[in-house]
């Protein structure tokens, strides 16, 4: 299993999602884009991608010029039913590409949350 992993911030890694990688011997292929690395062109070669964390604004394509061909890739892995995790901003960048609304400036949230579904995505 080769897994594409994207890293938008330093010192942002995989915590306890690489220790299940590796003990699934998965292959990590680990790009920094926000430090030049190129992305994939599509989600060939990949059979699951992870999009870390990070300080930075899920909609600040200006200052993170990668954000729309990230987004864009989301999307291929999707449409070629591979896996895709978000973590942190990379929830935020994973609900974007499927036109989810990222609002920016509420109430801040870390840490550990419960979630649960809404009445319209049950």
Same mark, same amino acid.
Request: aromatic share 8%; with cysteine; hydrophobic share 40%.
């Given at each position: 299993?080769?897994?594409?992993?994207?890293?938008?911030?330093?010192?942002? $890694?995989? %915590? #306890?999602?690489?220790? &299940?990688?590796? @003990?699934?011997?998965?292959?990590?292929? +680990?790009?920094?884009?926000? *430090?030049?690395?190129?992305?994939?062109?599509?989600?060939?070669?990949?059979?699951?991608?992870?999009?870390? $964390?990070? %300080? #930075?604004?899920?909609? &600040?394509?200006? @200052?993170?010029?990668?954000?729309?061909? +990230?987004?864009?890739?989301? *999307?291929?892995?999707?449409?070629?039913?591979?896996?895709?995790?978000?973590?942190?901003?990379?929830?935020?960048?994973?609900?974007?590409?499927?036109?989810?609304?990222?609002?920016?400036?509420?109430?801040?949230?870390?840490?550990?949350?419960?979630?649960?579904?809404?009445?319209?995505?049950?």
């Amino acid at each position: 299993m080769r897994v594409l992993v994207v890293q938008n911030y330093d010192n942002t $890694g995989l %915590g #306890q999602v690489g220790a &299940a990688l590796a @003990e699934a011997g998965a292959d990590l292929d +680990l790009r920094l884009p926000y *430090r030049g690395d190129p992305l994939p062109d599509d989600a060939a070669g990949h059979d699951a991608m992870v999009v870390l $964390g990070g %300080g #930075q604004n899920a909609l &600040a394509d200006d @200052e993170y010029p990668y954000f729309p061909a +990230l987004l864009e890739l989301t *999307r291929d892995f999707a449409d070629k039913d591979r896996a895709v995790l978000g973590i942190c901003l990379g929830s935020q960048l994973v609900a974007r590409a499927f036109g989810g609304e990222n609002r920016i400036g509420g109430a801040n949230e870390f840490g550990w949350h419960g979630v649960s579904l809404t009445p319209d995505a049950k």
